[in-house]
């Protein structure tokens, strides 16, 4: 079992950076593919990132795609997601979700282990 916590969200002007990290427990690590996931306001939770368990491997969203960037440090027990040119529209909880297996895709039913999740705000 996996235990995720996430980090670095919080408020940014449109056009800006950041960077949040989803820090996870255990000692196998390596061996569980990571997504993440956002969901606002009204709205279902939708994929954003994921990446396969050597980090070899990633598949993003179309409306981040160019401008988000999943990557992990399995030394560290860390998957991050760079955000950058952000938008009003990325204004959500983002989740970071994991799954024993090399890769669990864009299907959030795929995941099971998530995080609490962290806000971010894209101001105007």
């Known amino acids: 079992q996996v235990q995720l916590v996430e980090s670095g969200g919080g408020l940014v002007q449109a056009g800006g950076s950041l960077s949040l990290s989803c820090a996870a427990s255990g000692r196998t690590f390596g061996s569980y593919a990571m997504g993440w996931f956002r969901q606002a306001p009204g709205n279902e939770r939708e994929f954003v990132a994921a990446?396969?368990?050597?980090?070899?491997?990633?598949n993003y969203a179309d409306s981040v795609k160019g401008r988000f960037t999943i990557s992990r440090d399995n030394a560290k027990n860390t998957v991050y997601l760079q955000m950058s040119s952000l938008k009003p529209e990325d204004t959500a909880v983002y989740y970071c979700a994991a799954r024993a297996a090399t890769y669990a895709g864009t299907d959030e039913f795929n995941y099971d282990y998530w995080g609490q999740g962290t806000q971010v705000t894209v101001s105007s």
């Open positions: 990446i396969n368990w050597s980090g070899g491997r990633t």
